[in-house]
């Protein structure tokens, strides 16, 4: 399964099938830019002295566009110790720089959330540091799971923006999924009537 809105950019790198349910969301940053973050994701010959080979299940760029690169139901290489249970979500841009956000790029992950908290049931919960105590479901930042590597997504990461819009959006498929219903018990209550 892929998240409807994302362009296929299938990477090599990935263990097919997962051990494990999924749990948690992990959000990144690339710390560089789209195209250079593309090839690394899916770099069948990176070595070990580059970083190795990784992936990510998704990549949003500063466009909002969303590529999806691993199947959800594969595993992808994003994170030490957790790749089996988790979606690994990469951001362009940079832990440090509060300009890697934009409304493009927040529209965009605010829908992808919004989809992977109903597709998968995740609470739109976050854990932003490894000083926080962990979700047992939800939303998690990459520092959080790797403290002693990472610090991404950073702290400009607007996630109560991010939360608030994914809130919105999944009222308005509600909104929408109930609007649907009613219509076709109001066409089956008039088919009856007649």
Same mark, same amino acid.
Request: charged letters at 15%; zero cysteines.
């Given at each position: ?51 190795? #080979?990784? &992936? ?5 760029? !500063?466009?909002? +566009? %969303?590529?999806?690169?691993? $199947?959800?139901?594969? /595993? ?72 002693? #590597?990472? &610090? ?5 990461? !607007?996630?109560? +923006? %991010?939360?608030?819009?994914? $809130?919105?959006?999944? /009222? ?23």
């Amino acid at each position: 399964m892929r998240y409807p809105g994302s362009q296929v950019l299938s990477s090599p790198n990935f263990e097919a099938g997962r051990a494990a349910a999924i749990s948690h969301a992990v959000f990144h940053t690339t710390e560089g830019p789209l195209e250079a973050s593309l090839n690394t994701l899916s770099d069948q010959f990176r070595t070990p002295a580059e970083g190795g #080979r990784v &992936s990510a299940h998704y990549v949003v760029g !500063p466009a909002g +566009e %969303i590529y999806s690169l691993v $199947e959800d139901q594969d /595993t992808a290489w994003h994170v030490r110790g957790r790749n089996s249970d988790t979606i690994g979500i990469e951001i362009v841009g940079w832990a440090d720089d509060p300009s890697s956000w934009n409304p493009q790029n927040i529209a965009a992950l605010s829908a992808l959330v919004s989809w992977l908290s109903t597709t998968y049931g995740l609470p739109l919960v976050y854990q932003a540091t490894p000083e926080e105590p962990p979700t047992a479901r939800g939303f998690v930042s990459h520092h959080a799971l790797d403290p002693s #590597r990472r &610090s991404d997504p950073g702290p400009y990461f !607007p996630w109560e +923006e %991010i939360k608030a819009q994914a $809130e919105g959006t999944a /009222t308005e498929l509600n909104t929408e999924i109930i609007g649907a219903i009613a219509l076709v018990l109001i066409a089956i209550g008039l088919a009856v009537f007649r």
